[in-house]
């Protein structure tokens, strides 16, 4: 697959940032076994990952807009309006505890539409990439599909558990419950945004979780869109990033998913 400009210029600015990553996430190892824990290193190396990207993104588009999880929002003088949207690490708590599950997520958005979408695992090294009208891609060779499976009873489902103290907990459990005695396996993979990817991929059935954010959203659900997927809001068929919530599977199991979800009350 021939890699548009665009493209480059993302992965260009994720891969730059992974080596920061890499090499941090050995450092973890040490600092697992130490009281204080790698908890402020670990912010650090997020806030070090997103000062290359975006120095990256806007030395190649000075004129683009900027959503950072970790410096916020920068408006562009862009006529197009174009943004950046990017997490530098998504999966944080992953990170923290060495477990090589997280991902920098890269999206742009031109006039409030998602155009472009990356997602990286630099310990893997698994790049997802996808351009709207373009399909999506892993490793720029292989095109994404979500998965055909028909019956919920095959399903491997992928969820996010609301934070400690979060008010949403009683209802996650119940949807959780509901969810649990229908399907194949349940899993809980902590980066929305590979959740969203394996989803595209074909490797999970199905993902719901509430309360994200836009960048743990953009780039994962353009995505699935061009994986012949869908993704909308748990409750309605509303665009995900007005609340954060978000269901995403094909068209057949979504709409199971939907009625399981919205018929577990707390
Ligand atoms: C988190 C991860 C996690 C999800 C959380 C997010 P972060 O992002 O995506 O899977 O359950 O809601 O906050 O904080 O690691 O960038």
Redo the contacts with the bound molecule.
């Keep these: 697959m021939s890699l548009s400009p665009i493209l480059t210029v993302m992965i260009n600015a994720a891969r730059k940032a992974a080596r920061g990553l890499q090499r941090d996430f050995g450092e973890v190892e040490n600092l697992q076994v130490s009281v204080k824990g790698p908890g402020d290193f670990v912010t650090a190396s997020d806030r070090k990952a997103e000062k290359i990207i975006r120095e990256e993104l806007l030395k190649a588009r000075p004129l683009f807009g900027f959503l950072g999880?970790e410096t916020g929002d920068l408006e562009g003088t862009d006529p197009a309006k174009h943004r950046w949207i990017v997490?530098p690490?998504?999966?944080?708590?992953n990170f923290i505890h060495g477990v090589p599950f997280f991902s920098t997520a890269i999206a742009l958005e031109r006039q409030g539409e998602v155009v472009a979408g990356l997602i990286y695992n630099p310990i893997s090294d698994e790049l997802f990439t996808a351009e709207r009208g373009r399909g999506a891609f892993l490793n720029d060779r292989r095109r994404l599909r979500v998965a055909a499976r028909r019956d919920i009873h095959d399903a491997l489902i992928c969820c996010?558990?609301p934070h400690r103290g979060n008010e949403g907990n009683a209802q996650f459990r119940a949807e959780l419950t509901a969810m649990q005695g229908r399907v194949a396996g349940l899993r809980r993979s902590?980066?929305?945004?590979l959740d969203l990817a394996y989803v595209a991929a074909g490797r999970y059935d199905g993902y719901w979780?509430r309360?994200?954010k836009p960048w743990?959203l953009a780039a994962g659900m353009l995505m699935v869109r061009e994986a012949g997927g869908f993704v909308t809001d748990i409750d309605s068929q509303a665009d995900p990033m007005a609340r954060g919530d978000v269901l995403a599977a094909n068209a057949d199991l979504i709409v199971e998913m939907r009625k399981l979800l919205k018929d577990a009350k707390a």
Excluded: P, R, V
């Design positions: 999880e997490d690490i998504d999966g944080t708590t996010g558990l902590g980066s929305a945004c979780e309360g994200l743990d």
